[in-house]
């Protein structure tokens, strides 16, 4: 038997067995409930991101390091990311802490997204705001960022807003800045996160 998988709705990716794992394990995770602990969370903390927190990968073998600016490359996939304590040097680990991290190129950046991006990195909820499933794949036009679930296309560099339903809401974007040479939280998410209730 063969695999005849069809492309996604907005025709950017076909069936790829790799991508497939990393959409397993981020999949699971995302059907968590919201709500779920945070699995290093540091005393008097909030599960949700915070200013001054860093950006550390969610997988591969990178997994649980800190994102460095220079990592992130114009035209690559989205990177999936937790935010990481400065103080504790612990990742926080919940679905609410989900983030999808994606370098655009500078000129693409609308006026909204380019306030809360560093060096053209932007940083979103990767719950999408349809399902809950993870934001996982860059669009053909390299500024919109899609959820392979549903085919949902988000402008991610217009502040999350919906391109492409079935979802109905943006995402809520996480501002960043840039700061001794590293990727940090610069504010709380700009909106509510995941489907509507």
Request: with cysteine.
């Amino acid at each position: 038997m063969t695999d005849k998988t069809p492309p996604c709705a907005c025709a950017c990716a076909t069936h790829d067995p790799a991508r497939r794992s990393v959409l397993t394990g981020a999949l699971a995770l995302a059907l968590a409930p919201l709500g779920a602990p945070a699995l290093a969370q540091a005393p008097g903390r909030t599960q949700k991101p915070e200013p001054g927190d860093r950006l550390a990968y969610m997988m591969g073998d990178k997994k649980d390091q800190e994102i460095k600016p220079g990592d992130l490359l114009a035209g690559e996939a989205p990177t999936l990311a937790y935010p990481l304590d400065p103080a504790t040097g612990k990742v926080l680990v919940s679905r609410v802490n989900l983030l999808t991290v994606v370098k655009l190129k500078a000129e693409d950046l609308k006026p909204a997204s380019q306030k809360n991006a560093a060096d053209g990195i932007v940083a979103f909820s990767a719950i999408c705001t349809h399902y809950g499933c993870p934001i996982t794949t860059l669009h053909p036009s390299q500024s919109q960022i899609v959820c392979n679930c549903h085919g949902s296309v988000f402008n991610a560099a217009d502040r999350g807003v919906v391109t492409n339903g079935p979802a109905t809401r943006r995402l809520a974007m996480l501002p960043l800045a840039i700061k001794d040479g590293a990727l940090v939280v610069a504010g709380k998410f700009d909106g509510p996160l995941g489907p509507p209730t």
